[in-house]
Nanobody
Framework: QVQLVESGGGLVQVGDSLRLSCAASGSIFEINAMGWYRQAPGKQQRELVA????????NYVESVKGRFTISRDNDNTHVYLQMNSLKPEDTAVYYC???????????????WGQGTQVTVSS
């Protein structure tokens, strides 16, 4: 089992920055790829925001390209999401996701964190 714990969310103003962190523990050897999803208020589906493979290949949803950056520690114990130029539409609960497979839009990897709230106020 892998445990994922997110931190770094909060209430910010439009244009501000936040850095989300996700700490992994437990069976770290199971982790090949990591990513971040978000669930906006009133939405039932979680949206893949960004992913990063074991080879550090990154992928972003179109709406955050150029504003968000995903990174990870080489030992798979942490994944980060640097969020710049935040917009009200970025308001959501952000979830860390990790496991053997690379997270994609229609198929997350195996393990989830509990989520951290990001609220962008105008």
């Amino acid at each position: 089992q892998v445990q994922l714990v997110e931190s770094g969310g909060g209430l910010v103003q439009v244009g501000d920055s936040l850095r989300l962190s996700c700490a992994a523990s437990g069976s770290i050897f199971e982790i090949n790829a990591m990513g971040w999803y978000r669930q906006a208020p009133g939405k039932q589906q979680r949206e893949l925001v960004a992913s990063i493979s074991s080879g550090s290949i990154t992928n972003y949803v179109e709406s955050v390209k150029g504003r968000f950056t995903i990174s990870r520690d080489n030992d798979n114990t942490h994944v980060y999401l640097q969020m710049n130029s935040l917009k009200p539409e970025d308001t959501a609960v952000y979830y860390c996701n990790a496991g053997p497979s690379i997270p994609i839009a229609t198929r997350p990897s195996k393990y989830w964190g509990q989520g951290t709230q990001v609220t962008v106020s105008s």
